[in-house]
């Protein structure tokens, strides 16, 4: 059964900076590529960022230059450095692979950015 947890969420005013984690369980994880998505309150998940079985990293234009994905394939973990958050940021964040499954969707870690 695969399975991603996702953790680090949290409250921040605009500029601010969080990482999120999350655990990839069930999966051949090397031979994967994984991603980020988000979802936005009232709107459709979407897809912010990958980071390939290979080494590389793709990004969205809402996420170039402040966000930075990044994985452990050691420990089966994948994160999401996100620098100068904005109020549009706010979302529920939820790893998965690329593309996603759809039965494994996890709880996704909830992100509010606000003054």
């Known amino acids: 059964q695969v399975q991603f947890v996702e953790s680090g969420g949290g409250s921040v005013q605009p500029g601010g900076s969080l990482r999120l984690s999350c655990a990839a369980s069930g999966l051949s994880f090397t031979i994967r590529d994984m991603a980020w998505y988000r979802q936005a309150p009232g709107k459709a998940r979407v897809w912010i960022t990958t980071?390939?079985?290979?080494?590389?990293?793709m990004y969205a234009d809402s996420a170039q230059g402040r966000f930075t994905i990044s994985r452990d394939n050691a420990k089966n973990t994948v994160s999401l450095q996100m620098n100068s958050l904005q109020p549009e940021d706010t979302a529920v964040y939820y790893c998965?692979?690329?593309?996603?499954?759809?039965?494994?969707w996890g709880q996704g870690t909830r992100v509010t950015v606000s003054s």
């Open positions: 998965n692979q690329n593309p996603p499954d759809a039965r494994a």
């Open positions: 980071a390939t079985k290979d080494g590389r990293t």
